[in-house]
């Protein structure tokens, strides 16, 4: 959303920013204003209450028990923690965090006056917002998955929209939280990977934003060989524990292919990957750097099937190999295999054979890097951010 909020501003737009406090130095950061009034529980938190429940129901994928949904620790039994007891003591607490956010977002946005409302797929204070104003609320995609798409291994009618527990759409008089909300969408998606949309579709070219960094002396490979990339959720190991962490096992699986291997890590992960030993050759361990810039210099890309690596690698036309632990992760990567340009793998089935297998295609299978160029050239058929901008200003009359 970074660099459509850019377009907006150098459009002569004022924009602002909501967001929780740990987001306005990130925020901040890119060149935008920050309005830190949001609450939310923390996403890691979030996500290993989520495995807990996968667990006590026989739907967790690992041989590992998750970790201690609080702690982070990992569990030896599921006894450790009591889900019943902890949700029934929290539930106030839980609901007042979604109160208090709702309720901010409606009173910043009744004296700020905006006329139009970007948000993202998690935030119901968007559209609520919206609504409560009478003003365009537009839903801007990160990728290939969108608020039509089911959860896969949830039951039937589970998307990713998101709930509103604390009943802010009723308590401010404007209806009920659900799929109807979406009128508008912002859709960064190449054609041929397109999630299905009932609202209307507003197509935007992908402009990458990896953070700030430098641009280092690494462009042109040291090797005679292909260049292959592996780069890896901050957030994965955090939520689904060590058991999640398979650069170890891609590191494993390229050995012998011939292959200059770039992997880029940061925080945890690095102390992860530092423990497992010795790197071999032809693997470089890189610090913190964008990944825009380093990806047209690569043949293949390996990741965690996050939007941000998977649409970075669309952008540069290069082949992917998604290696997806559930959830939006393997929606954005089937729907890029299925337009020929990755290959997918569910991170419990992705043992160094499998990784191997998918990697040595991705390399000699042309099919695959026509694929990438192919969805590449129509993400760059699409309107950029700041072409966009005069259709956003036309919803906001």
């Avoid at 290939?144 to 802010?168: I, Y």
Wanted: hydrophobic share 45%; glycine share 10%.
């Amino acid at each position: 959303m970074v660099p459509l909020g850019w377009a907006l501003q150098a459009a002569g737009h004022e924009v602002n920013v909501m967001c929780t406090p740990c987001q306005t130095q990130p925020v901040s950061g890119a060149g935008l204003m920050p309005v830190p009034i949001l609450e939310a529980m923390d996403m890691t938190v979030r996500g290993r209450l989520h495995n807990f429940r996968m667990a006590e129901f026989g739907s967790w994928p690992f041989s590992e028990l998750p970790l201690h949904p609080l702690t982070g620790k990992p569990l030896d039994s599921l006894d450790e923690f009591d889900m019943s007891a902890w949700s029934q003591e929290n539930h106030d607490w839980a609901i007042g965090v979604t109160t208090r956010s709702s309720d901010a977002a409606v009173d910043f946005a009744r004296w700020w006056r905006p006329d139009l409302v970007v948000h993202d797929i998690m935030s119901f204070e968007g559209p609520l917002v919206g609504k409560v104003l009478d003003i365009p609320a537009v839903l801007q995609l990160w990728g290939p998955v969108g608020p039509d798409d089911g959860v896969p291994g949830a039951p039937p009618g589970a998307s990713f929209v998101p709930m509103d527990p604390s009943g802010a759409f009723p308590r401010h008089g404007v209806g009920q939280m659900g799929p109807h909300v979406y009128e508008h969408v912002i859709d960064p998606s190449p054609i041929s990977a397109r999630p299905p949309l009932k609202a209307e579709r507003l197509s935007i070219r992908h402009v990458p934003y990896n953070g700030p960094g430098a641009r280092l002396p690494h462009g042109e490979s040291g090797s005679a060989g292909p260049r292959v990339c592996v780069v890896w959720g901050t957030s994965v190991s955090g939520i689904y524990g060590p058991a999640s962490f398979a650069v170890p096992r891609v590191v494993n699986a390229l050995a012998g292919l011939g292959a200059e291997v770039l992997v880029l890590l940061a925080g945890a992960d690095r102390e992860l990957m530092e423990r497992a030993g010795a790197l071999p050759p032809g693997v470089r361990l890189m610090e913190r750097t964008p990944l825009h810039l380093l990806m047209p210099s690569c043949d293949v890309v390996i990741h965690h099937g996050g939007a941000g690596c998977a649409m970075t690698a669309l952008t540069a036309g290069v082949p992917q190999l998604a290696i997806h632990t559930g959830l939006d992760q393997e929606v954005i990567a089937g729907r890029i295999a299925g337009a020929g340009a990755a290959r997918s793998l569910s991170n419990v089935q992705a043992d160094e054979g499998a990784i191997r297998a998918a990697v040595t295609s991705l390399l000699t299978d042309p099919a695959h890097a026509i694929a990438a160029r192919k969805l590449r050239d129509e993400m760059e058929s699409q309107p950029t951010p700041a072409a966009l901008v005069s259709s956003l200003s036309a919803l906001a009359q």
